[in-house]
């Protein structure tokens, strides 16, 4: 195995994100090093010792992984948001369009609706509208303090700004779901079209808490 390969060989088992910028930013940092030992065997270096000092001018592999570990960790973050934002209105659009489609009118229901449930239907439903504003908060927040914070800290504080939206998304969807299961679980299956868009909702849900745990995780990846 070359020097540089070997170099890029730690460097890969250092980073932790998406298979696509991970891949990318390897063939990124590939590029640099074979550029820079061309330079060095024109210079007249021999074949190892180019590729050594190429490796050596472009950084401890631990203050790169630092490096490219906080780009990744952003690029998973920017995505989770950008899926918050749009996936979460549209699945409350989608859902309510199917019932109004195949089911009709609440006043279909053959159970009575207590009044506590009412809140916790008024609050899902405001989630609806607060889970993407946050996520638009929190790209304007990443975007504005990518100025003026280092790519660690900035990772971290957008790892935060992710869990709060993803988190009340999940509860939101959480408690609808167990309350409208304590009152009557049919509710939940008002149609088949309204069965399936519930469960894409709760799939939704729990992937984007997933994805906030990935970015999280690339915090604690770059403090370690």
Known sequence: MTVIEAYLGEL??????????????????????????????????????????????????HLIARDYQAELGMHSGTRTLWKLILGVPMMQLAWEFARKWTFGDW???STP????????????????????????IALLCMRWLSRRMDGARLVRTAGVLIGEAVGLNLLSVALLVIATGFIDASRLFLSVPCGILMVLWVVLSVRLALL???SWRSCATIVA
Do not use: C
């Not at 990318?24 to 030992?37: H, P, Q």
């Not at 060095?40 to 472009?58: K, L, P």
């Not at 609706?113 to 638009?136: E, N």
């Open 12 to 61: 890969r088992t250092r980073l932790d994100g998406p298979a696509s910028a991970k891949r990318d930013l390897l063939r990124e940092a590939r590029d640099g090093l074979n550029d820079a030992a061309d330079a060095y065997r024109d210079g007249g270096w021999s074949e190892h010792e180019a590729q050594r000092r190429a490796v050596a001018d472009f950084g401890p592999v």
């Open 113 to 136: 609706t207590p009044g506590w449930y009412k809140y916790v239907a008024q609050f899902t439903h405001g989630s609806v509208f607060i889970v993407p504003m946050l996520g638009v």
């Open 107 to 109: 006043s279909q229901l």
């Open 212 to 214: 906030a745990r990935r």
